[in-house]
């Protein structure tokens, strides 16, 4: 059964084209204009504030206006994110992957070739924001965040620890994401001893209800 196409509609202002052949969130003709003028003409001029309003951006692949913080950032491209968002970026880089058996070795080959390069672009990442550079190691935990909802969650908890109110200056390091292994939510950020200590408790409030009464006996 052939794939269906959702429909999309042009985002230029007064255009009420709609149509599976949607490219850069524009339909056909307006696209073929955007070609010729280049970056001076009426439709390219249009289209930065047509794709970004109000903080949310119009995804090429699903065709819905999201939150900035759901595309990842691209320089590249002139509005600072990708033109997918992270699930639909997600899915064409699964597709490529399963539809082209050679992925894998061809990319093993440019990381070997490439090793300074990229190690060197890893590092300057970090540097310019250390925040977003976890946010891949994050996903990988199972714990969904972005940098700015660390932010977000530091500054409600003015710079401590949930439990024991440790700085991050006492701490020496940045708080850690505290979160539930089981479903994934994140409850809270934590110096590294008491997140170690949630884990060794095995997150559990009857051990830790035991370890107080222990203490208290």
Known sequence: ???????????????????????RAMCPMHYQ?????????????RIIPALIQ?????????????PLDLFRRQAANRTGASHYCKSCGSQRSR?????DPLFAERRRAYRSANADKLRD????????DPLRAKVSTWRNQGI???AEQYRAMHADQQGACAICRKTEAQNGKALAVDHDHETGRVRGLLCDQCNI???RFQDSPENLRRAL???GA
């Not at 109000?54 to 999201?66: A, I, N, S, T, V």
């Open 33 to 45: 204009r955007f070609l010729k003028d280049g970056t001076a003409g009426e439709a390219s001029a």
């Open 213 to 215: 009464d222990y203490l």
């Open 197 to 199: 200590a949630l884990g």
């Open 121 to 128: 672009a890893a590092r300057n990442r970090y540097r310019a």
């Open 95 to 99: 597709e490529a992957r399963e539809s």
């Open 144 to 146: 969904e965040m972005t």
């Open 1 to 23: 059964m052939a794939k269906t196409e959702p429909t999309r509609t042009c985002c230029i202002e007064g255009c009420i084209s709609t149509s599976p052949r949607i490219v």
């Open 54 to 66: 109000d903080g949310m951006k119009l995804c090429r692949g699903c065709g819905q206006r999201k």
